[in-house]
């Protein structure tokens, strides 16, 4: 409970902690790189000679053979969060940019400096493309989008949807309402308080269930117990009213956190429900939180959108977009790779698997297998979780899975302790993936220590009430 909350008030202040990074050699073995897994390589470009790859820590450079690796960060912010790098292109003119998370950057050979490029509030960067020399910036609620010399940027905000109902997730709803931001920064404050309520009825708890044993072996001694008589009363005193007068919002902070893993996720992400007014989840912007990745289709001369809601069509970046049908199975976490293979297809790789999307015969199959793919949405984890791919590296093309990585491409030994960012730490814990004693039972571990919290706060609420009836 202490490291849910702790995590808890890290993950509510992202902007705050960004740039603190974890040293991976202080974590668990599992959570050392390992052959470019875990999205060290999302993708590559090349240019000219050089193979440039990014991906969760950051930009190395290598040639078409991979004989060497080296980094390519000189002049990216330091903080881990910082360097996760969700994109890159090339202009025509030959200047490189790639998007972290949090902004845009410009290497025009002298190292990596940010672009003018300014985010609406909250937002994250979730994508970057190159049509031409018209550029554009997907964040998760609008596109941002510039011309040569890309000194000043655009935000657009997409049409809604034919049939837009203005529902969202239900398990957006819940995350909202777990950290508190369905209520802006105030809900937030709400919630880390909830998270230090918590941590005081954990340490006063402990403290109660200790002293009295501890006072009973000072008695049979022979000395005086008055101080830790005292200390225990006074502990309990704070414990019963502060569990009493918060039970509430302690149970909903609890149920909301329990609903947010497995099993009870998958239930929650098929269903949809009406904004609640006047928060956060309540946007005019149908796109809000909702766009992932976009690329241009030259083929069909038309843009394609992924987003939590599928993919969609646009005609043109201002026109109403069309949702396709047929489309590859994609995990709710959203695709990780994007782009068309020799024979013009589109490859989709996510957590859900690998597929090769022929779009004029609106047929998908199994890039693994060869398979057809089912027509259903994709899992959160299929038998391959696809975090990269590369195609400019070696004789053929290469997949990288998440958890098993790459052995395409020789892994520097260096790159295997590279920092994790604070609130990515936190997020590990918060889950409990942290604990990898436990193997794939991280899995169903919020599902089990839910239930106890839930039911640890429920008992001491009916205990006390109880006595001081």
């Known amino acids: 409970m202490l490291m849910f909350c702790l995590s808890g008030i890290v993950l509510n202040h992202r902007e705050l902690v960004a740039d603190i990074n974890i040293d991976r050699s202080f974590l668990p073995v599992d959570y050392r790189y390992n052959k470019w ?26 040639d078409s053979t991979g004989l060497y690796v080296s980094d390519f960060n000189a002049g990216l912010p330091e903080g881990a969060d910082f360097r996760n790098i969700k994109a890159m292109v090339q202009t025509p003119g030959g200047s490189l940019f790639v998007a972290g998370q949090f902004g845009l950057y410009r290497n025009d050979g002298k190292g990596w400096e940010s672009t003018p490029l300014v985010l609406s509030a909250h937002e994250r960067i979730s994508d970057l493309v190159l049509k031409g020399d018209t550029m554009v910036v997907v964040g998760r609620s609008y596109l941002y989008t510039s011309v040569s010399p890309y000194n000043e940027f655009r935000r657009l905000e997409l049409k809604a ?28 404050l ?28 000072i008695r049979r001694s022979g000395k005086t117990a008055k101080g830790s008589t005292q200390l225990m009363k006074s502990s309990l005193n704070w414990h019963d009213k502060l569990g009493r007068y918060t039970f509430v919002i302690l149970m909903f902070v609890s149920f909301t956190g329990w609903c947010l893993r497995p099993p009870v996720l998958i239930a929650l992400v098929s269903f949809r429900t009406p904004a609640i007014p006047y928060t956060v989840a309540d946007s005019d912007n149908a796109w809000n939180d909702r766009l992932r990745m976009l690329r241009y289709d030259a083929e069909y001369d ?46 989709t790789g996510s957590f859900s698997g690998m597929y090769v999307w022929d779009r004029s015969r609106q047929v998908s199959t199994d890039y693994f297998t060869g398979e057809k793919a089912e ?16 195609n400019n590296i070696g004789e053929k093309p290469f997949v990288v899975e998440y958890y098993k990585g790459t052995s395409a491409l020789h892994m520097p030994e260096n790159l295997s302790s590279l920092p994790m960012s604070l609130w990515n730490f936190a997020q590990e814990i918060h889950t409990g993936r942290i604990y990898t004693v436990l193997g794939k039972g991280t899995l169903i571990y919020i599902f089990f220590a839910g239930l106890a919290a839930l039911w640890c706060i429920y008992t001491g609420f009916v205990i006390r009430r109880k006595k001081r009836e």
């Open 37 to 62: 897994n875990m999205g060290l390589l999302r993708g590559s470009i090349k240019d000219k000679d050089k193979v440039f790859i990014y991906g969760n820590s950051g930009i190395w450079m290598t």
């Open 190 to 217: 709400v919630m880390d308080a909830a998270a230090v309520i918590l941590i005081v009825l954990c340490l006063t708890g402990i403290a109660y269930w200790l002293l009295p044993k501890y006072i009973k072996r």
């Open 161 to 188: 949807p034919e049939g837009y109902d203005g529902k969202v997730s239900l398990f957006r709803t819940v995350w909202l309402m777990h950290s508190g931001e369905m209520f802006g920064t105030v809900g937030k």
């Open 302 to 347: 038309d843009w394609l959108l992924s987003s939590s809601e599928g993919i969609f069509s646009l005609a043109t970046l201002r026109s109403v977009p069309v949702k396709l049908e047929k489309t590859p199975p994609v995990s709710v976490m959203g695709l990780n790779v994007w782009q068309k293979d020799s024979c013009g297809n589109w490859l």
């Open 375 to 390: 027509d259903v949405a994709g899992p959160p984890f299929g038998k391959y979780a696809v975090s990269g791919y590369c």
